[in-house]
């Protein structure tokens, strides 16, 4: 059975950090695109960064640029998302999924992607 499994979102004060995990089974993450997504209450989701198919190019959203650092485990096929310098705004329901279109070029349309975790809450609040 195909899945993803999000863990590692929590409440935290503004300028902290949060590292989330997304351990998959059912599937190879090393031949997939991968990439971390959010969602914030009345909002689109959206996509936050992305690791391409050939692992060589990844991409950040703009608001996250900086701050954020998306890594993978192939060993144990288990991506993360590192979150430093958090702020209020980046308060969202965050997704890891796994794309089967082979890219080169990272992307983080959330389109292109056919299997999503169940996703994990991240809240930044003082």
């Known amino acids: 059975q195909l899945q993803l499994v999000e863990s590692g979102g929590g409440l935290v004060q503004p300028g902290g950090s949060l590292r989330l995990s997304c351990a998959a089974s059912g599937l190879t993450l090393d031949n997939y695109a991968i990439g971390w997504f959010r969602q914030a209450p009345g909002k689109e989701r959206e996509g936050v960064s992305c690791f391409s198919s050939s692992g060589g190019s990844t991409n950040y959203a703009d608001s996250v640029k900086g701050r954020f650092t998306i890594s993978r485990d192939n060993a144990e096929n288990t991506m993360y998302l590192q979150m430093n310098s958090l702020k209020p705004e980046d308060t969202a329901v965050y997704y890891c999924?796994?794309?089967?279109?082979?890219?080169?070029?990272?992307?983080?349309?959330?389109?292109?992607?056919?299997?999503w975790g169940q996703g994990t809450q991240v809240t930044v609040s003082s």
């Open positions: 999924a796994a794309s089967s279109i082979y890219t080169v070029q990272a992307m983080c349309a959330v389109s292109l992607y056919d299997y």
